[in-house]
């Protein structure tokens, strides 16, 4: 299983080296799910578009001293991937070149290691240039409202997958359930990700397994 506010969206600078979908985000150990098969891809097709929005507490806690968790924040963008209905994705599709100017992408990615991780591990399999590519996902991070509940913690907490999801159906109307997953490593809340079609519209995530723990805890920022 593999494994998002805003401007802080640096998230996993340790994602640029090991890859993104390892893990989510850095967890106090590893994922018991088994990672999902990865296709490295000749042409950009793909069925589906993969939000992931990182729960940035979990990553704090191993890396107090990052940049990003001074701001104590909760989900920061991650990226916006391609994804296939049988549960594999494209990577590295092309050497296409990077965003004309990157200071108009530092709202998501002021890291702009992490920025050029994203395009070229992901945004090459989008079909898009990289300047419309960032673009869409901008568009796809702010449709996303996170719940009151999850953006004003002051404490760690304990919920169960279908109650996490539920907040995010709630504050998201026009979000459905079937659109939602979450990821988990042993029981602490990693991410939360919105499956969505290639005009951002929500679709149902078709092979995302979405975290299957009793009750996930949720480390406050």
């Keep these: 299983m593999k494994q998002r506010t805003?401007?802080?969206?640096?998230?996993?600078?340790?994602a640029v080296l090991a890859g993104?979908?390892?893990?989510?985000?850095?967890?106090?150990?590893?994922a018991t799910e088994p990672a999902r098969q990865t296709t490295l891809a000749t042409e950009t097709g793909f069925d589906y578009f993969l939000l992931n929005l990182s729960w940035s507490p979990e990553f704090c806690y191993s890396h107090p001293s990052a940049t990003e968790c001074a701001a104590h924040d909760t989900f920061v963008l991650h990226g916006l991937w391609p994804e296939?209905?049988?549960g594999t994705y494209p990577e590295n599709c092309s050497n296409a070149p990077g965003p004309s100017d990157p200071q108009k992408f530092t709202d998501l990615y002021p890291d702009p290691g992490l920025l050029a991780h994203e395009w070229q591990t992901h945004g090459t399999c989008s079909g898009l240039d990289a300047d419309a590519y960032f673009a869409m996902v901008r568009t796809a991070y702010q449709s996303v409202k996170i719940p009151p509940a999850l953006a004003n913690l002051k404490a760690q907490t304990?919920?169960?997958?279908?109650?996490?999801l539920r907040l995010f159906t709630e504050t998201n109307p026009g979000i459905p359930r079937a659109s939602l997953a979450l990821s988990c490593g042993h029981n602490f809340l990693t991410a939360a990700e919105v499956c969505l079609d290639k005009s951002l519209h929500p679709v149902a995530c078709s092979g995302i397994r979405s975290c299957r723990a009793n009750a996930v805890r949720i480390p406050a920022p």
């Design 84 to 86: 296939n209905n049988d």
């Design 158 to 164: 304990s919920m169960s997958p279908d109650d996490i």
């Design 20 to 30: 993104c979908r390892s893990q989510t985000s850095a967890t106090k150990s590893e």
């Design 6 to 14: 805003s401007v802080l969206g640096l998230l996993l600078l340790t």
